[in-house]
């Protein structure tokens, strides 16, 4: 199945979830989203999101000096990003349950209406 579809209607929930321990950077963002499975997520998707949800309040940024290259914007939640957490994840879960009972859910067949 072709994640990019999906990736849009929860890429703020996973965004949220790898920042709420620690603190990262933009392409920081990015590996760890990969790491954790999304491999199809975008580089440019990522860093849109984190500009929207900085915008909403959700998360916090701060630049760190490098000696070695550019500075780097570090991204952390905020109260705002952690209730925006708490909320989308229920919402995950609920959503998850449902289409889980669809597509687990008893077979059931019958001759009215039925097609293939």
Do not use: N
């Amino acid at each position: 199945m072709d994640q990019t579809q999906l990736l849009k209607g929860v890429l703020d929930l996973a965004v949220l979830a790898v920042v709420k321990g620690e603190d990262g950077y933009g392409y920081d963002i990015v590996r760890r989203l990969r790491d954790g499975g999304l491999t199809e997520v975008g580089d440019a998707s990522v860093y849109g999101t984190l500009r929207r949800l900085y915008a909403a309040g959700a998360l916090t940024s701060y630049v760190v000096p490098s000696e070695s290259g550019p500075h780097r914007k570090y991204y952390g939640i905020t109260p705002i990003g952690r209730d925006q957490l708490v909320r989308q994840r229920r919402d995950w879960h609920a959503f998850s349950s449902v289409l889980d009972g669809l597509l687990d859910g008893p077979s059931v067949s019958t001759s009215q209406g039925a097609s293939a």
